[in-house]
């Protein structure tokens, strides 16, 4: 029963910015790991990056350039794209790992071209 609200993708220039968000329909907790992930056109869906009580991690791609953040009082985790290149083009899920079960959002796509 657990839902998570994604928004903010579109379509952006190469080295412009955007800024995701994900809203739970649960109350999240520091404990409760969250993160963002990304599936291109033909590729399988990896990591971008994780944020937990204690740690972030990033993939090599976006670091540097991504940010993730959590606002626990309002059950979000935010990603802050910025240098926005090409190859980010891909459909965006954000996810939470909520007491050992695994969320996910319902994806946004994020389009980067000129």
């Known amino acids: 029963q657990v839902q998570l609200v994604e928004s903010g993708g579109g379509l952006e220039q190469p080295g412009g910015s955007l800024r995701l968000s994900c809203v739970a329909s649960?109350?999240?907790?520091?404990?409760?790991?969250m993160g963002w992930y990304r599936q291109a056109p033909g590729k399988q869906r990896e990591l971008v990056a994780a944020i937990t009580r204690s740690s972030t991690n990033y993939a090599d791609s976006v670091k540097g350039r991504f940010t993730i953040s959590r606002d626990n009082a309002k059950n979000a985790v935010y990603l802050q794209m910025n240098g926005l290149k090409p190859e980010d083009t891909a459909v965006y899920y954000c996810n939470v790992n909520y007491f050992g079960n695994v969320y996910w959002g319902q994806g946004t796509q994020v389009t980067v071209s000129s």
């Open positions: 649960v109350t999240i907790f520091r404990g409760n790991a």
